[in-house]
């Protein structure tokens, strides 16, 4: 759990993923496409990753774990979590006020 804490106050947007997940993929296209440049952590590429995995989901994240997605230091949700905000609006707001985006 330290490493994530760690890992998610690194910078304003951090995404751990796995490198072989559809959704992961899409999700990362999306920050991208709203400007953000988020930190990404595949942890099937991570020595650590199956413990970090356990530990996303004891914050609440689904299974599968990724993406778990943090904006500000804080856990934002998965990809079901995203897509809402991203539908209300709400995504691109909290990307601004963490600072991941400047528009």
């Known amino acids: 759990m330290d490493r994530i804490r760690d890992l998610s106050s690194k910078k304003a947007a951090v995404i751990f993923t796995k490198s072989s997940c559809c959704m992961c993929h899409s999700i990362k296209t999306l ?14 590429k991570d020595p650590e990753g ?21 904006v500000g230091g804080r856990y934002i949700g998965s990809s079901k979590d995203i897509i809402s905000f991203h539908v209300d609006g709400s995504l691109k ?11």
């Open 93 to 103: 707001q909290m990307l601004k006020d963490a600072k991941a985006i400047w528009l």
């Open 50 to 70: 199956r413990e970090m995995e356990r530990a996303l989901r004891s914050l609440g994240s689904s299974n599968p774990a990724v993406p778990a997605v943090f």
């Open 31 to 44: 920050f991208y496409e709203l400007g953000a440049s988020p930190a990404i952590h595949e942890l099937d």
